[in-house]
């Protein structure tokens, strides 16, 4: 069965600082996907990234990094020099390969402040 | 496109009473999804249309609930005699029927959600 967990419930950094967000997942499947959402206050989930299994390249996008490491099933997201901007929940999610395609297993969230 | 629209935000209702939610999707993504978000956790999804067509429905979609796409293009899902564990944010997402980036899972874009409150 798909499951993903996101033990860190709440972080809280100073502004500036680095933060790092776990996710740990567990599939039978040898093809899925991995995605970070990021719900701020307003609701809204926004997409981040999608990590494909066969994919394990770390992904840099600005602020933001990936870490998917197949080996111990974690695929975890990286915050450098936070900003206040940052505060929202981020939920990492898995996905089943493409044929069903519906089915996306959330983690229960970890929510972030970041304190200016 | 502003992205997908959901019908009302906020919904506070009487114990036994039926709500209606409305969603509409990004016009050109085939596929709709509903998903149920209660406070702490993470989504979990509820059914999912392809056009018309429902396609899955969670055993979380129990016969209270009810969800029409009737023209492939905006939803709407039902809660009749609602209960305070229906008490939720409901988000609503829509994705193409095919990822040109990519042959496998499709990123879903989701909507600000309609927050049930039951009494």
């Known amino acids: 069965a798909q499951k993903v967990t996101q033990a860190q419930t709440e972080i809280s950094v100073v502004e500036k600082e680095d933060v790092t967000l776990d996710c740990v997942y567990e599939?039978?499947?040898?093809?899925?996907?991995l995605f970070w959402y990021k719900q701020p206050p307003s609701g809204e989930l926004v997409f981040l990234i999608r990590?494909?299994?066969?994919d394990e390249q770390n992904e840099i996008s600005g602020r933001y990094s990936w870490n998917f490491q197949k080996s111990t099933s974690s695929f975890n997201f990286t915050i450098t020099a936070s900003q206040v901007v940052d505060s929202a929940v981020y939920f990492c999610?898995?996905?089943?390969?493409w044929g069903t395609g519906n089915q996306f297993y959330f983690g229960t969230g970890t929510s972030l402040t970041v304190i200016p | 496109d502003t992205g997908v629209s959901q019908d009302p935000r906020h919904k506070i209702t009487k114990r036994g009473q039926n709500v209606t939610f409305r969603c509409d999707p990004i016009?050109?993504?085939?596929?709709l999804y509903w998903y149920r978000q209660t406070l702490g956790q993470g989504p979990e999804f509820l059914t999912y249309?392809?056009?018309?067509?429902?396609?899955?429905k969670s055993r979380l979609l129990s016969d209270r609930f009810s969800a029409e796409r009737p023209k492939g293009s905006f939803s709407t899902l039902e809660i009749q005699r609602t209960e305070q564990g229906d008490s939720a944010m409901y988000l609503c997402?829509?994705?193409?029927?095919?990822?040109?980036?990519?042959?496998?899972?499709?990123?879903?874009?989701f909507g600000a959600g309609s927050r049930l409150t039951v009494l």
């Open positions: 997402a829509s994705s193409r029927l095919r990822d040109p980036e990519s042959s496998g899972a499709n990123v879903l874009t």
């Open positions: 016009s050109e993504h085939n596929r």
């Open positions: 249309f392809q056009n018309e067509a429902q396609l899955e």
């Open positions: 599939t039978r499947d040898t093809t899925y996907y």
């Open positions: 990590r494909n299994s066969f």
């Open positions: 999610a898995l996905s089943e390969a």
